[in-house]
């Protein structure tokens, strides 16, 4: 089966950055993605990372350690509109996603 | 391009009644997942189907659930005799091919069991 860890709640303030972590048990492993949803709305991928390493898409990053089963999304320049909850997944063959619980991100001013 | 739809968005059933959840995934895509929602919880995977065929189902409950997305028309996901436990949000995504991690997710459709 497939577990994941990440952290419930992160805070931060606007402009600062935030790290969210996402350790994973799986026994059969593609890649790492990420995924926002605000509100209970419609989640919206943000990165993937099938290779071990650093993704960078704009003002945010995924980072993945194969080897130690860890992947991180960092969040540069936070924003308001940044408050939302963050989910890693995992894949491990048809495309079927494994979703950890879920971070929630509080971006004060 | 219009995104992944579902309807109703929301949904309010007795118990013992039965709940249909419609998703059309986006234009050109022929690989539909649904997923289900609690509340502070993740998503968690139910079934994925390609036209005409379930490919993987290992999410989904063995008894009161199915799933179908035929040749014509939207994935159906049907929940016969509901009860309390079934309440949540539930999710479907879409995806033009296999093998690709970037899902389009829909607006959800929110089922309350009363």
């Known amino acids: 089966g497939q577990s994941l860890e990440q952290p419930s709640e992160v805070t931060a303030v606007e402009g600062a950055i935030v790290q969210i972590n996402c350790t994973y048990q799986?026994?059969?492993?593609?890649?790492l993605s990420w995924y926002q949803q605000h509100d209970g709305g419609a989640p919206t991928f943000l990165s993937y990372?099938?290779?071990?390493g650093l993704e960078e898409t704009g003002r945010f990053s995924s980072f993945l350690s194969r080897s130690d089963s860890y992947g991180y999304l960092l969040l540069q320049e936070l924003q308001m509109k940044d408050s939302a909850s963050y989910f890693c997944?995992?894949?491990?063959?048809?495309?079927?996603?494994?979703f950890g619980k879920g971070t929630m991100l509080l971006v004060s001013p | 391009n219009a995104g992944v739809m579902q309807n109703p968005r929301h949904l309010v059933r007795r118990r013992g009644q039965e709940a249909r959840l419609r998703c059309s995934p986006m234009?050109?895509?022929?690989?539909v997942y649904w997923y289900r929602q609690l509340p502070e919880e993740g998503l968690k995977f139910m079934v994925y189907?390609?036209?005409?065929?379930?490919?993987?189902e290992s999410g989904m409950p063995k008894e009161r659930f199915s799933a179908e997305f035929p040749k014509e028309g939207p994935s159906i996901l049907r929940i016969q005799q509901v009860v309390r436990g079934d309440s949540a949000a539930y999710f479907c995504?879409?995806?033009?091919?296999?093998?690709?991690?970037?899902?389009?997710f829909g607006p959800g459709t929110r089922l309350t069991v009363t």
């Open positions: 995504a879409s995806s033009p091919e296999p093998g690709t991690n970037e899902q389009y």
């Open positions: 799986t026994s059969g492993f593609y890649g």
């Open positions: 990372n099938g290779l071990d």
């Open positions: 189907l390609q036209k005409e065929n379930i490919i993987d």
């Open positions: 234009k050109g895509h022929s690989h």
């Open positions: 997944a995992v894949s491990s063959g048809y495309s079927t996603l494994t």
